[in-house]
């Protein structure tokens, strides 16, 4: 009886191992980073739907409202410009953003802005209808560097009321602190025609401000 029994257990051996075989052949294999179907998880950063701004100048006080700005999309903006001898600008800016290439640090703009404001010396009302390009380019460290050049201008036939035309060029460099705050530094020149005047600069000074999502 035992060599009975040895002789079956060898006879079974090779079958119960090429049985075992195929029960870890069909088990799923975690995936490798070789796999066609593997994909890296990259998080997505997240942004706020709105945010407010408020710049400080040696020339007045800027304060903004725009939606979340996104590379291959953009932003819509309202700002209101208070400046020395009751000066006031205010304008609402739609922009549009691509990038190059996927992944690029560097993108560029475009967009449409309205202007509405009035000049106290000399007394003058202010109004242009002006186009805008906008150039960027982000550093990624830890805390994300955007450096941003934006310039609108209208020409006489984009002006109306007492304006001939208008030029507006702002210079920033911006830390995003947290996906809810950024702290920037810039510099902004504001400058309009007029009838029968010399030409009026609203602003030319550097600005200090905050950007805070909602």
């Not at 069909?26 to 980073?33: A, L, N, S, T």
């Not at 709105?50 to 996104?70: M, T, V, W």
């Not at 999309?73 to 304008?91: H, I, P, V």
Request: hydrophobic share 40%.
């Amino acid at each position: 009886m035992t060599l009975l029994r040895l002789f079956i257990a060898l006879a079974l051996t090779p079958s119960l191992a090429a049985a075992q075989g195929q029960l870890r052949n069909d088990k799923p294999r975690p995936q490798e980073p070789d796999d066609e179907e593997y994909e890296e998880f990259v998080p997505e950063p997240v942004y706020p739907d709105y945010s407010f701004e408020l710049a400080i100048g040696d020339d007045g006080l800027h304060a903004g409202f725009r939606n979340a700005f996104e590379r291959g999309s953009g932003y819509a903006a309202l700002e209101l410009f208070l400046g020395e001898d009751d000066d006031w600008l205010a304008n609402g800016r739609l922009m549009r953003f691509g990038e190059p290439a996927a992944g690029e640090p560097l993108g560029l703009g475009i967009g449409l802005g309205l202007y509405a404001g009035a000049s106290d010396e000399p007394d003058a009302d202010v109004g242009a209808l002006t186009l805008i390009g906008a150039v960027d380019y982000t550093f990624p460290l830890s805390y994300p560097v955007r450096l941003a050049l934006e310039t609108s201008y209208a020409p006489e036939a984009a002006c109306f009321t007492d304006a001939t035309r208008l030029l507006d060029l702002q210079a920033r460099a911006e830390v995003l602190v947290s996906d809810w705050a950024t702290g920037f530094v810039g510099y902004r020149f504001t400058e309009v025609d007029l009838d029968d005047a010399k030409d009026r600069e609203l602003e030319k000074a550097a600005q200090i401000g905050v950007r805070l999502g909602t």
